[in-house]
């Protein structure tokens, strides 16, 4: 299984062909149900975890959990972390684990640009 770290996804992520490849699979049948929302709640934290799958009828079949933890500030830590894995859809294989710190930014800044 692939698996790459922030920088990684950083170098395998660049932006022109980034905003053509968005662009094509705008275009491509995708199922995107609704995103689950928990809020998770201990003694020493809260935040919120937002699960999100999606697959596409060629084969692929994702899961992005970004988890948001506001009081990461005053640990000095970001606020945001996040996870994506990447499946065969015909399989259920894992394929990738991919850093979606990254994913998502760059996915907001390219959707912004297509």
């Given at each position: 299984?692939?698996?790459?770290d922030?920088?990684?996804?950083?170098?395998?992520?660049?932006?022109?062909?980034?905003?053509?490849?968005l662009?094509?699979?705008?275009?491509?049948?995708?199922?995107?149900?609704?995103?689950?929302?928990?809020?998770?709640?201990?003694?020493?934290g809260?935040?919120?975890?937002?699960?999100?799958?999606?697959?596409?009828?060629?084969?692929?079949?994702?899961?992005?959990?970004?988890?948001?933890?506001?009081?990461?500030?005053?640990?000095?830590?970001?606020?945001?972390?996040?996870?994506?894995?990447?499946f065969?859809?015909?399989?259920?294989?894992?394929?990738?684990?991919?850093?979606?710190?990254?994913?998502?930014?760059?996915?907001?800044?390219?959707?912004?640009?297509?």
């Open positions: 299984m692939l698996h790459l922030a920088n990684a996804t950083e170098q395998s992520l660049g932006f022109p062909g980034l905003i053509d490849a662009r094509e699979a705008f275009r491509q049948e995708v199922h995107v149900p609704l995103r689950h929302t928990h809020e998770i709640k201990t003694d020493g809260r935040g919120t975890s937002l699960i999100m799958p999606a697959w596409s009828p060629d084969g692929f079949y994702g899961v992005k959990i970004i988890n948001i933890y506001p009081d990461n500030t005053v640990r000095g830590l970001p606020g945001l972390h996040g996870i994506y894995a990447l065969d859809a015909v399989t259920g294989i894992p394929l990738a684990f991919v850093d979606a710190d990254v994913v998502t930014a760059r996915r907001t800044v390219t959707f912004s640009a297509s």
